[in-house]
């Protein structure tokens, strides 16, 4: 009986083995194929309408920043009353606020398995993903292109004005304007770049009328001497003396508008020789020294006493650290620096104007407005000494350097005082006191400088002169002597 043969089966089974492998290596070659590529966005992804499929970080990068800076080159016009006023968009220093776009653009089907991948990317090559950019500007440039560029582009209104010649008043009239209305116009910039995607921008600016602030109505009132104050001062002085001239013409002609404040530093300054100013005497914590502009305190001194009697507002005053001669205690307004000052602040509806000058060792003030006071009103300050304080004894400086009998008074001594100024004011009969301030001045001892060194030796004095011998007596000439008589003849003869 013959044997039956039995099928092959291992051969087919490793057949099949392969041709599944096959298979296998054939769908993943597929599969790599379809994969989205890791260095490269998948197609479908826009920025703001740019396509960035198939490109690099790097080509993206690039690709948006070309597309910003087109935004940023356009230009902006801005129409003011019929003037074009024209910029960039890039000098406003409009640009895309710092994002991850181009990283997530890169990301994007690539978080996944391949098949995931390959189906996240299909989709979107089919939805299409777009990134919206942001844009941002510089608001402190918006608001300087409009009020700088735009603003002066418009006839603004003029203010009346009130100065003084040759003892006159002189006024000019007012007139209405136009301003840019900034931050309308500001808005409306703003909504047209948000607005327009492409080209140029034009906006027209919002315009508003604008009144004068002073009227010719207004300066016409000023014209009253409403407060007026002298001092004097040692004309001999010759430093001291054109300090005080000089710091006098540069306040006089001031106009001080109705709510305004005048600064007495800030008027006068700087205290340097180019400004006008000479090295004299003035006071310096307690001493006395030279400096440039010494004696100016005596301008703010006699000022303050000019404006208080035009009972305008006093903003700022301080007395001087030890008295001066040339008012009462509590009368006197100090400038040093920037941290004594006179200030005071119109508190009329009228321009004040100053008038200050120096003649003959005097210094004058007088302070012109709109007299309201009634004629009948009477208006004084007074100054009281609440308490004295005697200077003590001497400060002395040996200087070794000069002989004991030398003595020299370089500061004279100051009695210290504590003063208030009252403003008593009679109307209708009836008598009202108000305290205006108080100061306090400090006693300063005399200063001496005295002489510590050696006594130097007396001169000798000059020998006098041999006195001339007396010429000696010329001798008397010897007598002639006298003739013998001859002798008588005899008479017989």
Known sequence: ?????????????????????????????????????????????????INLSGMTAAQAQSAIEQ?????????????????????????????????????????????????DNIREAERIKEEHVNY??????????????????CGMQVKKAKNATVKME???????????????????????????????????????????VQKPEITYEQVKKCKDKIG????????????????????????????VYPGKTFSVHDAISPMTEENGYYAAPSYNNGEVVDSIGGGVCQVSTTLYNAVLRAELEIVERAPHSMVVSYV??????????????????????????IQGWTDSGVIYFNVYGEETRDPDRKVEFVSEVLKKTEPGEDKVTLDPTKPPSYEHVDQAAHIGYEAVLWKIVTENGKKTKKQINSSSYKAVPKHITKGSGKEEPKATEKPKATEKPKAT???????????????????DD
């Open 67 to 115: 597309y910003t800076q087109g935004k940023s080159d356009r230009k902006l016009t801005v129409n003011v009353s019929g003037k074009l006023v024209e910029t960039t968009l890039d000098e406003l220093e409009f640009r895309a606020e710092e994002n991850d776009t181009v990283e997530n653009a890169m990301s994007l089907a690539k978080q996944g398995s391949i098949v």
């Open 228 to 255: 007026t104050f002298s001092t004097q001062f040692q004309a001999g002085n010759v430093s001291r003396s054109k300090n005080l001239a000089n710091a006098a013409r540069l306040i006089s002609g001031s106009v």
């Open 166 to 208: 040759n003892g006159e008043f002189k006024y000019t009239k007012s007139r209405e304007g136009v301003s840019v209305d900034v931050d309308a116009t500001i808005d409306v910039i703003k909504t047209a770049v948000e607005q327009t995607l492409e080209g140029d921008i034009e906006v027209d600016a919002i315009l508003v």
């Open 1 to 49: 009986m013959n044997e039956r043969k039995k099928p092959h089966i291992f051969p087919a089974l490793i057949v099949f083995i392969i041709m599944a492998m096959l298979t296998g290596v054939c769908a993943l070659v597929f599969l790599m194929r379809k994969a989205p590529d890791p260095d490269k966005i998948v197609e479908g992804v826009y920025v703001d309408g």
């Open 328 to 353: 009462k205690p509590s009368m006197d307004a100090a400038i040093a620096d920037d941290y004594k000052d006179f200030k005071f602040r119109n508190n009329t509806d009228v321009p004040v104007l």
């Open 132 to 149: 919206t950019l942001t844009y941002t500007y510089s608001e402190k440039k918006v608001k300087k292109f409009v009020k700088k560029n």
């Open 473 to 491: 007596e010329k001798p008397k000439a010897t007598e002639k002597p006298k003739k013998t008589p001859a002798p008588k003849a005899d008479e």
